[in-house]
């Protein structure tokens, strides 16, 4: 199964820009990358997808080099209510969506 | 628009009880997922579904059964409920298109085995 590998955990401060960068070595074809968020007792939450360079949404940027091997998901000046669990993940060819472990940001005042 | 919708919130089970976990989605999505999520963990993909008669095993199958007679709903059995099988159950759904269309969670079933 394909399988990305990202930080367990990071720490930031309001206001400032955080990277989370996650790899995916053997990333398919056909495969997009997409990142979630999950805050306590919810489900993830779509935040924003992409195949290669950069993608911009209201929420955040992602960053896809060339050879698509890793991700960064960008969140300009973040806030307390950023703090969640973050998670990347593209769909395998036999159409399961595996989650991996995610990374834990907290967000400090 | 519900989107995806579970029922119960919440659950106890004795040990050896059983118990279905229902989900129904109205954006007419093709696929439908469930997850489990074990406290402080990520979550893990039970049983999947990319249409109606057709289910396969996901991460971690041992335990549990599901079916899916319609688009809508896709339940989850626990035959022989187990403390192993605390956790919190995610049912999701997507389109299945090419590209990784975005999943839409419902709000989950917390489910205590004692």
């Known amino acids: 199964l394909a399988k990305t590998t990202q930080p367990i955990s990071m720490d930031s401060y309001e206001g400032q820009e955080v990277n989370i960068t996650c790899s995916h070595n053997?990333?398919?074809?056909?495969?997009?990358i997409t990142w979630y968020q999950q805050f306590p007792s919810q489900g993830p939450r779509f935040i924003i997808q992409?195949?290669?360079t950069k993608v911009t949404n209201e929420v955040a940027s992602l960053f896809i080099p060339a050879d698509r091997k890793s991700s960064t998901l960008s969140l300009p000046r973040v806030s307390l209510s950023d703090t969640a669990v973050y998670y990347c993940?593209?769909?395998?060819?036999?159409?399961?969506?595996?989650f991996g472990k995610g990374t834990r940001l907290h967000i400090l005042p | 628009n519900a989107g995806v919708t579970q029922t119960p919130k919440f659950r106890i089970l004795k040990i050896g009880q059983s118990m279905t976990l229902q989900c129904t989605q109205d954006?007419?999505?093709?696929?439908m997922y469930w997850y489990r999520q074990d406290p402080g963990m990520g979550l893990k993909l039970i049983y999947y579904?990319?249409?109606?008669?057709?289910?396969d095993k996901g991460e971690v199958p041992n335990g549990y059964n599901v079916s899916r007679s319609t688009t809508e709903d896709f339940p989850l059995r626990l035959e022989l409920a187990a403390p192993s099988q605390t956790s919190v159950y995610f049912c999701?759904?997507?389109?299945?298109?090419?590209?990784?269309?975005?999943?839409?969670f419902g709000s989950g079933t917390q489910l205590s085995v004692l």
């Open positions: 954006m007419n999505h093709n696929y």
């Open positions: 579904s990319v249409g109606a008669g057709i289910t």
């Open positions: 999701a759904s997507n389109t299945g298109l090419p590209t990784n269309e975005k999943l839409f």
């Open positions: 993940l593209f769909m395998n060819r036999d159409d399961k969506i595996i």
């Open positions: 992409g195949y290669k």
């Open positions: 053997n990333i398919a074809t056909n495969d997009y």
